[in-house]
Nanobody
């Protein structure tokens, strides 16, 4: 089992920045990749970014490329999502997720095995 706890969400004006954190505990040695997803009201959960736990390779959705940055601190078992130049359309509940069984990252939320509880990000215009 892997437990994930997100933090760092909040209300910010358009153009502002936020940094989300996701602390992992439990069988963290089994994590291959970590992903950030988001879900806005009435919409499906969508991929935002992913990072491989060991190599640190990063992947981004086109909608956030150049504005968001994913990173990890293996010593703290924590993944971060630095979000800059925020737009109102970035408003959503943001979730972190861990992939532990297929040994591959993915943009498909169904490929991830463990999820955090989510943190709300609201960007005002």
């Amino acid at each position: 089992q892997v437990q994930l706890v997100e933090s760092g969400g909040g209300l910010v004006q358009a153009g502002g920045s936020l940094r989300l954190s996701c602390a992992a505990s439990g069988r963290t040695f089994s994590i291959y990749a970590m992903g950030w997803f988001r879900q806005a009201p009435g919409k499906e959960r969508e991929f935002v970014a992913a990072i491989t736990w060991s190599a640190g390779n990063t992947y981004y959705a086109d909608s956030v490329k150049g504005r968001f940055a994913i990173s990890r601190d293996n010593a703290k078992n924590t993944v971060y999502l630095q979000m800059n130049s925020l737009k109102p359309e970035d408003t959503a509940v943001y979730y972190c997720a861990a992939e532990t069984t297929r040994r591959m990252w993915s943009i498909d939320a169904r490929e991830y095995d463990y999820w955090g509880q989510g943190t709300q990000v609201t960007v005002s215009s």
